[in-house]
Structures are given as C-alpha cells and as structure tokens.
C-alpha cells in the first residue's frame, strides 16, 4: 500500500518538506495539519499545483484524526529564530507546543515513526522520545541533515567536484556546538585533504576557518537575509522520508537519543546512521582525531545537560 506522510506544522519548514515530497514521489499521501487550518490548507491546495509536474501524490489538509495510519508524521510546528537569536532559546516555547502535539499524534498514529524538525532540534527530539514512550531508533531528528549538506557543498564548491561526491558529515548538536569531521571527508574515495593536494586546492587554515564559519553561522546568515531557512531543510526531511520509505539503509546525519558516545551517556545528538523503515538501525562513527572527540564530548554534554534541565 502507498506510503502515508503526516507534516505538523506547515509554515515555511514543514511547507518545503510537503513540496519537496511532492516532487520526489516517495507516498501515495501527504496530510498537512497546522493549528491554522486555514494555512493547512492552503499549503495543501498551492502543494498539489505541483503535482501534475512530477508525481501522483495526493496532497490534503486535514486535523488530526486525518493522520490515522500514517507511516511517518513529520513535526515542524513551533516558533523559529528572530535574526540574532540561538535555537536554544527557542526551547521553553517550542517544549509547550510538543506538550500538546506530541500526544495528538500519537492518539491516532502509534504506528508512526516520528521525524523532528522543530529547533532546537537534538532537544525537541530528546523531548518527542520521552512523551511518545515510542523507542529511540523510531523518533528522529533531522539533526545535522542540513549542516553535513552544507559542509559537502562547501567543499564541493572548493575543489569544483559534485558535493554528492563528497562524503562528510557534521556530528553533535545541529547548532552552534556541532563538530564537522574533517579528518574522515573525502572527496570520492580519497581523504579530503590528500583530494584537494592533487587537484591543487589545498585545504589551508584559512579554508577551514571559511568553510567551518560557512557551515556553522549559515541559518544566522540566511534568517538575517530573508527571515528563516526552509529550502535546504525541507530537502532533506524529504531526503530523511526517503530512507525510511524505501527502506533504503541509507548513512544520514541525523539525531536520535544515544545510549553512550565519547564517553558521555544519554545525549540526543547527531551521527551518521543507518536509516530504514525500522528507523534507525545502526550508528557509524567516523574515526575523529583528538580535537574532533574534544569538540564531540563538549557538544554531547551540553546535550545530555540540557536535555536533563527539562522537566517534562
Ligand atoms: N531542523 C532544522 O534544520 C531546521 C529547523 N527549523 C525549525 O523549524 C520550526 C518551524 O520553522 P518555520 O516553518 O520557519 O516556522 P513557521 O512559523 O513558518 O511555521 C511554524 C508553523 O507551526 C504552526 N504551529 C505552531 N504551534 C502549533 C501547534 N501547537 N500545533 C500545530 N501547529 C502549530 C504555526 O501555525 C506555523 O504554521 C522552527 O522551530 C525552526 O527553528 C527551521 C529550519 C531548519
Ligand atoms: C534554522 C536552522 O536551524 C538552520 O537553517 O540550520
């Protein structure tokens, strides 16, 4: 039977996922839900304007009863950042909203792997695990999805290659914590730096202090430019519905509760995963050097504290 998608929260994230989705073809059904019906659907009839163009896919706005059966219901309702503003302090106000939509969800979807969105992300998952009840492999962040994408565009742009042949991820805190692995980046299946020495493009220090800036102050850059990011976020939620849809096992950056990494226990962060239609099913952490395990512990603790502070 043709997959059924659930998006909560459709303002411009959870709009993109829907469009993006559309495009790709990977359910049979979208259902859009948004305290705004209004908006829903709106979102849902603009949405399926595009479907003659690419796929088949039925676009529908709905409450939450329409998420009966879903196979997946991604969350993207809550507040975003104001130009300036951490995704941390979005915390306490976006808490409230997964108070009330969390149990909603899962009323009429328990079979459902849950896909998170809402900032701050590793936290907002952390939370979504704890009020579902549901196990960890099947409440996933999007995590750093979007910081690995920027990194590997980054140094695709760099050394002139495809960034989808260049594999590296960002790892820990989809924010300012987050560590991007750039001793295990490679472009094709060389390591990165060995890549860019033979294509005379050294990777020097002011490269580094580029392409890390690039990717760790993007969403500031762009939220000041035109008030918040949705494309790239959009893509790889639909990137993420694949996986799991398919059953593809495909390796993602994304964020799901970890039981123990570099030492620090219980941290809601992100790693390469294997990615299928049981959630996830495997971790695969790259080999870091000492300044990359550092940055990793400092990010997962943070996590793991933060995460403690909120009383559910
Ligand atoms: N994980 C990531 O990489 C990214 C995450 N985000 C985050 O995604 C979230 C959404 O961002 P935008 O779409 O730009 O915001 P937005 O304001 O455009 O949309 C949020 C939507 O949530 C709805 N909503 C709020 N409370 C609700 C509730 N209780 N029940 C149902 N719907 C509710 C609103 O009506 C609105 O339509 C933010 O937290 C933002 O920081 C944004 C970009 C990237
Ligand atoms: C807003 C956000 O989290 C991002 O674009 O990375």
Redo the contacts with the bound molecule.
């Keep these: 039977m043709a997959a059924r998608i659930g998006i909560?929260?459709?303002?411009?994230?959870?709009?993109?996922a829907g469009y993006a989705l559309a495009l790709m073809g990977v359910a049979g059904e979208i259902v859009l839900?948004?305290?705004?019906p209004a908006?829903a659907q709106a979102q849902a009839e603009d949405i399926s304007h595009a479907v003659p163009f690419a796929s088949a896919t039925r676009v529908v706005a709905g409450d939450y009863d329409a998420l009966a059966g879903a196979d997946l219901v991604i969350l993207?309702?809550?507040?975003?950042?104001k130009p300036g503003e951490t995704?941390i302090a979005?915390l306490s106000r976006?808490a409230e909203?997964f108070a009330?939509?969390i149990g909603a969800v899962r009323r009429v979807a328990p079979d459902a792997i849950l896909l998170?969105?809402?900032?701050?992300?590793d936290i907002?998952t952390d939370i979504a695990t704890r009020l579902s009840g549901l196990p960890p492999s099947r409440v996933i962040?999007?995590?750093t999805?979007?910081?690995s994408a920027r990194f590997r565009t980054l140094l695709g742009q760099h050394l002139h290659l495809s960034p989808q042949s260049i594999h590296g991820y960002v790892l820990g805190e989809?924010g300012d914590s987050e560590v991007l692995a750039w001793s295990s980046a490679q472009a094709g299946s060389v390591p990165i730096r060995a890549a860019a020495a033979q294509m005379g493009a050294a990777i020097t220090d002011e490269v580094v202090a580029r392409i890390d800036a690039g990717v760790r102050r993007a969403?500031y850059r762009i939220i000041e430019g035109k008030g918040?990011?949705?494309y790239?976020?959009g893509a790889?939620l639909a990137r993420i519905a694949r996986a799991i849809l398919r059953d593809e096992q495909a390796v993602l950056s994304v964020s799901i509760l970890t039981p123990e990494v570099v030492g620090v226990k219980g941290a809601t962060l992100s790693l390469p995963r294997a990615v299928g239609r049981a959630g996830v099913t495997a971790d695969l952490l790259p080999d870091l050097d000492d300044v990359e395990a550092d940055a990793l512990r400092r990010s997962a603790q943070m996590l793991a504290d933060l995460a403690a502070e909120v009383k559910l």
């Excluded at 993207?76 to 950042?81: E, H, I």
């Excluded at 998170?116 to 992300?121: D, E, G, L, Q, Y």
């Design positions: 909560v929260g459709v303002g411009m994230v959870g709009s993109a839900v948004d305290r705004s908006l993207a309702a809550g507040v975003s950042q995704r979005l976006n909203v009330e939509v998170i969105a809402t900032n701050p992300v907002m962040g999007s995590g999805i979007l910081d989809h969403a918040a990011t949705w790239g976020i790889g």
